[in-house]
């Protein structure tokens, strides 16, 4: 996937009144109306996220145009099916950065269609072609295993639906967490990492070669799609992550980061999403981006940063062959996933 690295502001004002907004959308965590709201809602098993990464990661490469990318749409559909959603495909033909023809389908599964009121929560499916960020050179052109980036967000969605799943299909309902009064979209975008490698010499419009079925998506609005806002799930699994706010997120969406950093805060889960960053903002280029700007989603991003890592800002795995269920933690799977079904169970 396309993450550009750290664009930091260049302009002074703009760095000042970003230091000056993030105080300002986030009360202090020892506030009496945070402290008086607690964990609600199932209990997100990272046990089970972590068995659908692993599921994902046995089809081996799901980049574009391979048997394996074919392989996990069926079970994916499958899967959210097998939940009660109802799941419709977009199907299209885009343009990779070097002519190749993808043939791309973003999955939408629905959770009670016949509300109007609904959440979307979405994530990319599909892998990265090549190790491109990887230490080793010799494997720049091999194809990544991808449990992190995108295995782990599919996953947390499916988990998600699975508890949902237990209050509509079952004969004796979970009472005790009643599933909430509204509708949830659970959307997979695909080809959205193949972008420009590093390895190509024509680096000419590489920012826009990403986030391709989400940019087809945004501008191909299935008639009369509408949902309050979105939270994209990317990368939500690897070792060591912490959420930060992301830049584009507060552009767009300000007040959902609010609504789901307090809900990581209600849910104990603070310590993974840190509500300031001890350097300058970073902006990603992601599917979030497509959503905020063509569709009029508001729509946050749920993606690690890592201000230390030396490798990438998005951690020592992303894009090289070491993204696999070896650097998986189901402890960051929890933090998310738990952090998400408060979101939801807290909607009004």
Same mark, same amino acid.
């Given at each position: 996937?396309?993450?550009? @690295?750290?664009?930091?502001? !260049?302009?002074?004002?703009?760095? @000042?009144?970003?230091?000056?907004?993030?105080?300002?959308?986030?009360?202090?965590?020892?506030?009496?109306?945070?402290?008086?709201?607690?964990?609600?809602?199932?209990?997100?098993?990272?046990?089970?996220?972590?068995?659908?990464?692993?599921?994902?990661?046995?089809?081996?490469?799901?980049?574009?145009?391979?048997?394996?990318?074919?392989?996990?749409?069926?079970?994916?559909?499958?899967?959210?099916?097998?939940?009660?959603?109802?799941?419709?495909?977009?199907?299209?033909?885009?343009?990779?950065?070097?002519? /190749?023809?993808?043939?791309?389908?973003?999955?939408?599964?629905?959770?009670?269609?016949?509300?109007?009121?609904?959440?979307?929560?979405?994530?990319?499916?599909?892998?990265?072609?090549?190790?491109?960020?990887?230490?080793?050179?010799?494997?720049?052109?091999?194809?990544?295993?991808?449990?992190?980036?995108?295995?782990?967000?599919?996953?947390?969605?499916?988990?998600?639906?699975?508890?949902?799943? @237990?209050?509509?299909?079952?004969?004796?309902?979970?009472?005790?967490?009643?599933?909430?009064?509204?509708?949830?979209?659970?959307?997979?975008?695909?080809?959205?990492?193949?972008?420009?490698?590093?390895?190509?010499?024509?680096?000419?419009?590489?920012?826009?070669?990403?986030?391709?079925?989400?940019?087809?998506?945004?501008?191909?609005?299935?008639?009369?799609?509408? !949902?309050?806002?979105?939270? @994209?799930?990317?990368?939500?699994?690897?070792?060591?992550?912490?959420?930060?706010?992301?830049?584009?997120?507060?552009?767009?969406?300000?007040?959902?980061?609010?609504?789901?950093?307090?809900?990581?805060?209600?849910?104990?889960?603070?310590?993974?999403?840190?509500?300031?960053?001890?350097?300058?903002?970073?902006?990603?280029?992601?599917?979030?981006?497509?959503?905020?700007?063509?569709?009029?989603?508001?729509?946050?991003?749920?993606?690690?940063?890592?201000?230390?890592?030396?490798?990438?800002?998005?951690?020592? /795995?992303?894009?090289?062959?070491?993204?696999?269920?070896?650097?998986?933690?189901?402890?960051?799977?929890?933090?998310?996933?738990?952090?998400?079904?408060?979101?939801?169970?807290?909607?009004?």
């Amino acid at each position: 996937m396309r993450k550009i @690295l750290l664009i930091l502001l !260049v302009v002074v004002l703009a760095a @000042l009144a970003i230091a000056i907004y993030l105080p300002a959308i986030f009360p202090s965590s020892s506030s009496e109306e945070q402290v008086e709201i607690g964990p609600v809602g199932p209990v997100f098993s990272a046990d089970s996220a972590y068995a659908f990464c692993q599921a994902q990661c046995d089809f081996g490469s799901r980049a574009m145009n391979t048997p394996g990318h074919e392989q996990c749409k069926d079970w994916i559909i499958a899967k959210f099916k097998q939940y009660g959603c109802e799941v419709t495909t977009q199907q299209a033909d885009l343009k990779g950065y070097d002519g /190749t023809t993808l043939h791309a389908t973003n999955i939408l599964a629905k959770f009670r269609p016949e509300l109007t009121t609904r959440i979307l929560i979405c994530a990319h499916w599909d892998s990265r072609p090549w190790a491109d960020n990887d230490p080793d050179e010799a494997n720049w052109r091999k194809p990544i295993l991808a449990a992190n980036d995108a295995a782990s967000g599919v996953a947390v969605m499916l988990e998600i639906a699975r508890l949902l799943s @237990l209050n509509t299909q079952n004969s004796t309902p979970n009472t005790q967490h009643p599933a909430p009064a509204l509708g949830i979209d659970f959307l997979c975008f695909d080809a959205e990492d193949w972008g420009t490698p590093q390895w190509s010499e024509n680096q000419e419009n590489s920012e826009n070669s990403w986030a391709l079925g989400s940019k087809y998506f945004a501008q191909n609005l299935p008639e009369g799609y509408e !949902v309050r806002y979105g939270i @994209l799930l990317d990368m939500v699994g690897g070792q060591g992550a912490r959420f930060y706010p992301e830049g584009i997120s507060l552009q767009f969406a300000s007040a959902i980061v609010e609504k789901v950093w307090n809900a990581a805060e209600q849910a104990g889960f603070a310590s993974y999403f840190p509500k300031h960053t001890t350097t300058s903002q970073h902006y990603i280029t992601d599917d979030h981006l497509p959503l905020n700007q063509y569709a009029r989603i508001p729509t946050i991003d749920i993606v690690p940063y890592y201000p230390d890592c030396q490798q990438s800002s998005f951690g020592p /795995t992303w894009h090289t062959v070491n993204d696999d269920m070896h650097h998986i933690d189901p402890a960051t799977l929890k933090a998310v996933g738990q952090t998400v079904v408060q979101v939801l169970w807290t909607e009004q």
